[in-house]
């Protein structure tokens, strides 16, 4: 049995509030205390019955060592700003618009080797023997340029001020020098990373979980010169590169890579490109070296008695956790920033590791604890937001980051958290390691990503809000609490394998050219011949947004027979438009109540067969639409942000699309503001309000069978399943 008042909890430690930390450990029931990075456990708290996790930082723990090794800092790929020759030279300052402290310019290594100049009006690279850099200006020289042409540099940099740390300097007022990464790559580096963790690991016995923060190589971000963030990239591999790794890897898979590989014409190999088979390589080179070497630390912790957990973030990259190699680190454990449903399930499903902890919102950061601020509000609709995932896919822990002496002064916000921590454990209590009720088909995520980005399509900076995508993303936060298995897939798995048997309703969402919708792969007959097959034979598809897009053989988008609709190019404004909205019932829509949201939507999509029933459009565009297509059903939506009311219309365009409506009824809730997940073989039934106002619903066991309920606003119920 579940210690409903105790357990499961990781509570951030501060020095100086000794007594305070004892209060709350109480409180919030904490059976593990932390240290957050920027600060250290004072010893009577690490001597508190209680497990101990410390923060280990592999590539800044010695700051000696990387001042007097500054030639084996870490590297990292920049581009120049776009200029335009109006003579026949052209100097570019390539540092111009960067953050100067961030970055410094490497003069090490062979300019002409690594660095590249671009005529990016002809995508043409300029000669080596055209070009020159300065190293007094700080500038390029290019020689018999063609005027009017754009012209850009793809040159390294030393990274001489760590990401994070740099971020709490200009987020938290941090006064501290400055700390600069090194990298793993040098032999020299990596035997002195291995020797300094075991002697760490002898000196600190108090400690029980090494959290390792993460291991070698941070996500890409640089700053403007404005001390801004320029880009970021949570998926980016920008930051791992180096000349050296790079010879590796042509000894390695046997040809060289460039520096437009990684630069990747300014768009950084954005995840929303589609991977070019250097990237896919590059990314496998960097999974396997750093598994192998990340592998190595988790060992000396296993062989001083320690725990090694890792953090799904900062400098994560290279661990995959839904790749092929992340299994042979032999981690105890992963813990992660908890932003959403999706992001609980990007934890939660993490294969190879014995359990999954989760670091809620808000950190106890001076941007959210200030005077008028609201962290309690924030509080509750993250944790409503990511209970509905852990209902579906439980993490196993939880906790929270950052100061404590900032959170102690909201007693509001304290109290609450003991509310969160105790429906986390009750939770647990109900759950007791069982899996809550699916139907027996699976829902296919599918993109050109397919499992490695497990949860994480059409993200950019790990669940922040774009407005670009919030109604793509919308998609994979309705899925994260939904009583569906999920599964995601590649063009080229399809490819390879087919469709698996158990996949019952496929999902294509994104814009055109991305690889979330696909670009090219849909003019691939193999893809397109496979699932158009599928569909035909019974199998259900849905599109959002620009689904199956690329201008081709006179067709958009390219499953448009599947689908029903496509998107109107100016290209056929010649033919005439005879569009009418479906005015009888419709199975999806059953549930609406109010206006349907469909977030920016997707203008010009016009129906292109006699079959399409338009469910919903607006000045003549169409925001839904069903169609058949020999046995198989299709769905459009224009766009699907995560509201309540979109989480049924997509669970009920799911079960409409696999020819199964009556099935939505085994374990559902009639109100859209409620979801229920029923765990069979313990008997138990949670029903939750993810609203903030009473809710009336009726749980239905089956068509037949229901039971009426009443909710408090955010509240979950607990209902025996053999009550009806």
Known sequence: MENLRKGRFTLPGEAGIDEEVKRLIDKWGADAIRNSDGTKLPKELMDLAIKVYATYLTVRNDQKWAYSHKDQLQMQYLMSKHNIATSDTLEIDIMDGYFKRQFEIDENHDVKRYWEV????????????????????????????????????????????????????????????????????????????????????????????????????????????????????????????????????????????????????????????????????????????????????????????????????????????????????????????????????????????????????????????????????????????????????????????????????????????????????????????????????????????????????????????????????????????????????????????????????????GDAETAWSGHHYWIDEEVTGKIREWVYNGGGFIGVGEPTAYQYQGRYFQLSDVLGVDRERSFTLSYTRHDKVYEKPHFILEDQKKDMDFGEGMKYVYSTGDNTKILSMDKGDINLAVNEFGKGRAVYISGLPYTPENVRLLLRSIYWCSHKEEDMFTWFTSNSNTECAAYLETGNVAVINNSDELQKTELYKDRNSSIKLSLKPYEIKWVKADSF
Request: with cysteine; aromatic share 16%.
């Open 118 to 509: 671009y005529d990016r009006t002809t995508g043409e690279v300029v000669d080596i023997n055209e070009w020159s850099f300065d190293s007094k200006t700080k500038k390029v020289i290019i020689e018999n340029v063609k005027k009017w042409h754009r012209y850009t540099v793809s040159f390294l940099v030393y990274q001489v001020w760590d990401t994070t740390q740099m971020y709490n300097h200009l987020t938290n007022n941090w006064t501290t020098p400055p700390e600069m990464p090194y990298d793993i790559i040098h032999e020299e580096t990596r035997e002195h990373i291995f020797n300094y963790l075991e002697d760490w690991l002898k000196e600190n016995s108090s400690v029980d979980v090494v959290r390792f923060t993460t291991f070698f190589y941070h996500f890409t971000i640089a700053y403007n010169n404005m001390e801004k963030e320029k880009f970021v990239d949570w998926f980016g591999y920008s930051a791992s590169v180096s000349p050296e790794a790079m010879d590796e890897f042509e000894r390695v898979k046997g040809y060289k890579l460039r520096a437009e590989n990684f630069v990747d014409e300014g768009y950084f190999n954005s995840p929303f490109r589609v991977p070019s088979k250097e990237y896919l390589d590059w990314i496998e080179f960097m999974q396997q070296f750093v598994s192998k070497n990340a592998k190595k630390c988790v060992d000396l912790c296993h062989k001083y008695g320690k725990e090694a957990m890792m953090f799904l973030g900062d400098n994560w990259i290279g661990t995959e956790p839904y790749g092929e190699y992340f299994g042979s680190i032999g981690l105890d454990s992963v813990v992660g920033s908890v932003g959403s449903g999706a992001t609980l399930r990007l934890i939660s499903d993490i294969p190879h590791v014995k359990y999954t902890e989760g670091r809620f919102l808000p950190y106890f950061f001076p941007d959210t604890f200030h005077e008028g601020g609201n962290p309690t509000k924030e509080a509750v609709e993250n944790w409503v937001q990511a209970r509905r995932a852990i209902l579906r896919s439980p993490i196993d822990r939880m906790g929270y980051g950052g100061y404590l002496s900032l959170a102690i002064k909201f007693p509001e916000f304290v109290d609450k958290v003991q509310e969160i921590t105790d429906e986390f454990r009750e939770m647990h209590c109900n759950i007791a390691g069982t899996k809550a009720y699916t139907p027996k088909f699976k829902v296919a995520v599918l993109n050109a990503w397919g499992k490695l980005r497990s949860w994480q399509t059409n993200m950019v900076a790990h669940a922040l809000w774009y407005k670009k995508i919030y109604s793509y993303v919308g998609v994979i936060e309705c899925l994260s609490g939904m009583s569906v298995d999920v599964a995601f897939i590649s063009f080229d798995d399809i490819k390879k394998n087919g469709i698996p048997e158990d996949i019952g309703v496929i999902i294509n969402a």
